[in-house]
Every structure is written in structure tokens, then in C-alpha cells.
């Protein structure tokens, strides 16, 4: 009897060893999957917001001369001087690779005009 005492309390503290392990996997992946959703949501909320950001009073230009891209810059603001990429960011968002290449070529004057005719 005191050989088996010793040796049930091992099997318990496995056996609740393999409950904690599998715990601490399910909460790892509730992490993970918690980490996705919010990131996700963020994304769609940038998303959206960026579409009404031109219509709001502190738009520096007018909202009517604003076309929206969505992609690779949110848009274009045509102006009677100039025509100007608009590319909206939300609190510490920052641009991507992309939209930094795109802005350098800007500011290298790299950017033309070309007329095609169809037909």
C-alpha cells in the first residue's frame, strides 16, 4: 500500500501537468487567433476611415477634386497648380515599402503624363 501511494500522486501530477499543457496551448492559440482579429480590424477600420477622410472640415482642399485609389496610395487631389498622391495614415501607421518608392520617385520628379487612344 505505501508503494502505491508514491506512485498514484505521480500519475495526478501528470495527468494535471497534461491538463495545464493542453490549457496553455488553447490559450496560446486564443492569443494568436485574438492577435489576427484585432489586427484585422484595424486594417478595415484604416480601410474605411480613409475613404470619409476627405470629406472632413479639416481636409486641407476641396473634397470634390478628390479621387480615391485604395491602392498602392488612398488617392489623388487634382488642384488648378498641381495634382498631388494623398496618402492618409491613422495615429503610428507608417507606409509601406511600396508607398515610400512611390513617394522618392515624386520627389525625383519621375512621374509623367501619357496619352493612349483606343481604336
Not at 506512485?7 to 501530477?13: E, F, N, Q, T, Y
Not at 486594417?43 to 470629406?55: A, D, H, N, S
Not at 498602392?72 to 487634382?78: A, S
Not at 495634382?83 to 491613422?90: N, R, T, Y
Amino acid at each position: 500500500m505505501e508503494f502505491l501511494v508514491p506512485w498514484s500522486i505521480i500519475v495526478v501530477l501528470l495527468g494535471c501537468l497534461i491538463l495545464l499543457g493542453k490549457l496553455c496551448f488553447k490559450m496560446r492559440s486564443s492569443s494568436a487567433e485574438l492577435k489576427s482579429q484585432i489586427r484585422s480590424q484595424s486594417t478595415r477600420y484604416g480601410q474605411i476611415t480613409e475613404q470619409f477622410l476627405p470629406l472632413v472640415e479639416s481636409y486641407p482642399w476641396d473634397s470634390k477634386h478628390f479621387r480615391f485609389l485604395g491602392s498602392p496610395i488612398d488617392g489623388i487631389q487634382f488642384e488648378e497648380d498641381r495634382i498631388i498622391l494623398v496618402e492618409f495614415k491613422s495615429s503610428f501607421s507608417q507606409m509601406s515599402g511600396r508607398q515610400r518608392k512611390i513617394k522618392n520617385l515624386v520627389e525625383q520628379g519621375k512621374v509623367e503624363f501619357e496619352l493612349i487612344r483606343a481604336g
